[in-house]
Structures are given as structure tokens and as C-alpha cells.
């Protein structure tokens, strides 16, 4: 059922807000994970880590923290394999599909605000009968000689379920809007060696603010794919190698690689799906 | 949800909160045989702007700020913007976030530590408001939690006749001062007659408003 979705309703009176597109791509990373792999120990890093700022600042209240890493892999493919893509996936992973529609608004920082510029994503899922808002903070990447040995990006990730006015609040401690998207599509949701979750969603841009009703492609005919896996500094050594096993298994319909490297449409998707198409989708590992 | 009610301790003029009053105001609940339930703890914690330059910006930035973690909701934080009335009900990991995006720290914070007393349908909360690592009395906080019934209006005048009975009993212990119940307007920050823990957030955010000046201008302390 489609879900009636108006954001002004979350900006409600007496708050006020007038609209402001920054264009300025300032750089951001903090992280503070702790890396105990011995492996990796003396050659991967975070980008900027500055651990003297960890104990600082939101120190009050204790946080039991599971595990604020994740290890993520995207890839392209053209809509018209995106059914084949689905039945390999219902096959090799045994769940069904859950449908994706979140609108994902990107805040950045004020000109003056922290110690270095920030940014957050709050993602209001529609698929819900009440749409409901995460808030979600993408960290610094790991670096050094033992992340590039690793076929997936490791990177910090932390989410937040919070309630509705969560834009009002980041609006009023100085946020700015820089962009928002609509990702549609679909998600599957299991386990394999990890916890790992496959999205392929289609991005949508929009024409007018918030206007999600009146989203359009941002590459038509092009899907994007993401396979990401909630991990630790003791797991994502694991995690990467059950990511990287599984990828290999939708090598035929695309490939996956770090986010930022595009590898493009693979050659035998055309082929790989017409076979899936035919057989059905009866495949299972 | 119970709903419940947070009044503060108001001392008279030309007086202090201390220890003492404290002692007089448990053994008042025990009096009318409030039986002892356990402890508790609340944080409430304000927060300040990260500014990069020019500190004179921070007129710019909610100088209102609060956070609360409250133990009956332990994987939940509270974030409160009390001049825009703005309260959000976030999971704890909000806390990361908050951390990761460096934009604002802990200017200082407050627990609120009391025992918890159960008096029929009542559940009593009385306790001292301490700042964070110290054990410098600030004020004097109580809960008075009706279990059965989670609408406002419906338990209004439960509520406003066992405050009544409760000031009473404390008014006989000649004590230099009394509670004070200051009820928010709820519907101002979107919350609706149902109580909840965002209620229970914004009421202490109302009540600790005033000890923060407290708090900034050190006063003597009779403990």
C-alpha cells in the first residue's frame, strides 16, 4: 500500500525553515575504532583518527556498543537484469525480498559549527505504515596495507532509530541540507557466514524539496547494488572474507567492488540472467 | 505508559537546598508506608556548540541543549531543545553519533539519584540531584508515578488531590521551602494526552532549568 508521505508534517510550527543547498564537499571523517587485529594492527589505520577527542565530548552516559564498523561492496546493473538479479538472489539466500523505499536526506554542518566539518544521513523508511527515521553516521574508511589486501571497504557506520522530528532537531543545532535521494527497489535480509544485507535500489533525485512523489532517476536504466555487513574491530577480518565468498556467487549478473571504484556493467550479465530467466529461479546453494 | 509527575524541590527565600531536607522527605514516604522498591538514576547532561572560530557565534546555536538517559528507558537517550521545544526519543547509539559528528560536547551533567518507593497504585521516586563525579548536593527531585492510567487528563485530578495530600504531609515537617510541580505544555513539543518516557524527558528538562544557574554560581552548601 502506498504510503501517504509529506515531510513538512515533520517540521511542523512553530519551527521555521528556509531551504539551503551547500555546495562545498568538505571532507569528513571520525573515527575513533580501535583496531586489535594483530594482523592489521601496525598497517591499517582510520583516516584522522584522533583518539585524544574520543573521551571528550558525549562521555556522560554509557553505551553499549555491538559493533559500529561495517564492510560494504556496491556494483551497477541495468534495470532490465534487476529480475534476473532477484531470482538469484531469492535462490542463494532463502528469504524473500522485502520492498526498499527510503528517502535519505544528506546534512552537513554549519560554516562554524564543530571542530571539524561533519555529516549525517536521516533515512525515513516509507515502506513502514508509519514512515520511521534513522539516523546514520558513515565514518572514517580504514586505510594502510591490510585494508587494500581486503577485497570490501571497512569503514566505522553507526545507526540510530529515533523518532519523527529528527530533521527539526539537526536543523535547529546548526545542520544545513546539502542533498537528498529516494532509493527504490528492493533488499534481502541473511545469514551467510555474516549477517549480510543485499539492497538494489534504483536513486532517484528530487526536482523539487522533499517532493519524493515526484522523484526521478538519477541514472535511468542503471541500478545500483549493495552488499554491506554489520562487523567489528574483532570481525570484519570474517565478515569482509563471508562478503567476498558471496559476491562471487552474483560475479555472472555483475560485479562488486569498493564503493568509489566503478568497475562498470559486466559482459555476461545478459547471458547470466537470460539463463536465470529460463531455469526459473529454482537455484539454491 | 504510567503517567507520573516531576516536582523539584523549591527552597525559600534566603535558603539552601541540603541533606537534611532530604532525610525529612524519605522519611515523610516512609511515614505513609512507602515501601522501599530500589534505586535509580537518571543523567541529564547539557551540551554546548563545538564553534571552529569565532566563539561570540554562539548565540547562533540552542544554548538549551539537553540530553537525559532515564533508567526505566536504558537503550533510549533523549535529546531536548527546550526553547524550540524540540524533544527526540532516539536508541542510545545516538550517544556514537552525536560523538562521531564532534559538533557538540558535554558542557556538564547531572544525575538524579533516589530511591524508589511503591505506595498502592503510587510509585514514589525521591532522590538528590548531584553533578556528574561530585557529591555536591543541587536540588531535591521526586516522581510521583500513577501505575493504572496512562492519559493526562484522566488521571488530572487523581494526580493534582495526592499532591495535595503529599504537600500536606511534607508541610508538617516545617521544612524551609516546598515541592513544586511545573507541568510543561506537552502538545507544544508534539506529544500527545498518552504519556511517555518523552514526557518524562521533557518534565526534567523543565525542572533542571533552573539549577543550572545553580550550578554556574556556587553557593554555599549545607550537606
Known amino acids: 500500500m502506498e504510503t501517504r508521505y509529506h515531510i513538512e508534517q515533520y517540521l511542523s510550527p512553530p519551527f521555521e525553515f528556509t531551504s539551503e543547498l551547500e555546495g562545498e564537499g568538505n571532507d569528513y571523517t571520525t573515527s575513533t575504532v580501535t583496531n586489535r587485529n594483530p594482523q592489521l594492527h601496525s598497517s591499517s589505520r582510520f583516516s584522522q583518527v584522533d583518539r585524544k577527542r574520543h573521551h571528550s565530548l558525549f562521555v556522560n552516559c554509557a553505551v553499549v556498543l555491538r559493533g559500529d564498523m561495517e564492510c560494504v561492496v556496491q556494483g551497477i546493473i541495468e534495470t532490465q537484469h534487476v529480475e534476473a538479479l532477484e531470482i538469484l538472489l531469492q535462490g542463494l539466500c532463502g528469504v524473500h525480498r522485502e520492498r526498499l523505499r527510503i528517502h535519505e536526506i544528506c546534512l552537513k554542518s554549519g560554516p562554524n559549527l564543530g571542530t571539524v566539518a561533519s555529516e549525517v544521513r536521516l533515512l525515513c523508511d516509507l515502506e513502514q505504515a508509519e514512515p520511521s527515521w534513522t539516523v546514520k553516521h558513515i565514518g572514517g574508511t580504514m586505510r594502510g596495507a591490510g585494508a587494500e589486501q581486503l577485497s570490501v571497504l571497512v569503514r566505522t557506520m553507526v545507526e540510530s532509530k529515533v523518532s519523527k522530528n529528527v530533521l527539526r532537531l539537526f536543523y535547529a543545532l546548526g545542520y544545513k541540507l546539502d542533498h537528498e535521494q529516494l532509493r527504490v527497489g528492493f533488499a534481502f535480509h541473511f545469514h551467510r557466514g555474516a549477517q549480510i544485507n543485499v539492497a538494489v535500489s534504483s536513486i532517484n533525485k528530487m526536482l523539487k524539496l522533499h517532493a519524493t512523489d515526484e522523484a526521478v532517476p538519477v541514472t535511468p536504466g542503471i541500478q545500483l547494488v549493495e552488499v554491506t555487513a554489520p562487523a567489528t574491530s574483532e570481525t570484519y577480518n570474517e565478515v569482509a572474507s563471508a562478503v567476498s565468498s558471496f559476491c562471487e556467487y552474483l560475479a555472472p549478473l555483475l560485479h562488486l567492488s569498493k564503493p568509489g571504484i566503478s568497475t562498470g556493467v559486466v559482459p555476461t550479465a545478459a547471458a547470466a540472467a537470460a539463463s536465470l530467466m529460463s531455469d526459473g529461479g529454482g537455484m539454491t546453494i | ?223
Not at chain 2, 107 to 133: C, R, S, T, W
Not at chain 2, 163 to 171: A, F, N, P, T
Not at chain 2, 178 to 188: G, H, L, T, V
Open chain 2, 1 to 223: 505508559m504510567p503517567i507520573k509527575r516531576v516536582l523539584h524541590w523549591q527552597p525559600n527565600a534566603g535558603t539552601s537546598v541540603n541533606s537534611q531536607i532530604l532525610n525529612e522527605v524519605s522519611q515523610c514516604v516512609e511515614s505513609i508506608n512507602g515501601v522501599k522498591k530500589g534505586r535509580l538514576k537518571a543523567t541529564i547532561t547539557f551540551y554546548k556548540p563545538n564553534l571552529r572560530a569565532d566563539q561570540t557565534l554562539q548565540a547562533e546555536f540552542p544554548r538549551d541543549f539537553l540530553g537525559i538517559s532515564l533508567p526505566e528507558q536504558p537503550n533510549k537517550y533523549y535529546l531536548i531543545i527546550r526553547g524550540q521545544r524540540i524533544v527526540l526519543e532516539a536508541d542510545s547509539s545516538i550517544l556514537v553519533v552525536m560523538e562521531k559528528l564532534q559538533s557538540y560536547k558535554s558542557k556538564m551533567a547531572l544525575n538524579f539519584e533516589g530511591i524508589q518507593y511503591q505506595l498502592g497504585d503510587f510509585q514514589l521516586k525521591v532522590g538528590k540531584v548531584v553533578p556528574h563525579n561530585s557529591e555536591s548536593l543541587r536540588g531535591i527531585l521526586m516522581e510521583v508515578e500513577y501505575l493504572p492510567i496512562s492519559s493526562i487528563e484522566k488521571t488530572r485530578q487523581v494526580m493534582e488531590e495526592f499532591l495535595d495530600i503529599w504537600r500536606e504531609i511534607v508541610s508538617k515537617k516545617s521544612l524551609a521551602g516546598q515541592f513544586m510541580n511545573i507541568e510543561p505544555n506537552y502538545a507544544e513539543y508534539g506529544l500527545s494526552d498518552q504519556y511517555t518516557s518523552q514526557h518524562t524527558a521533557v518534565q526534567y528538562a523543565t525542572m533542571v532549568a533552573p539549577l543550572i544557574a545553580t550550578v554556574h554560581q556556587p553557593q554555599p552548601i549545607r550537606n
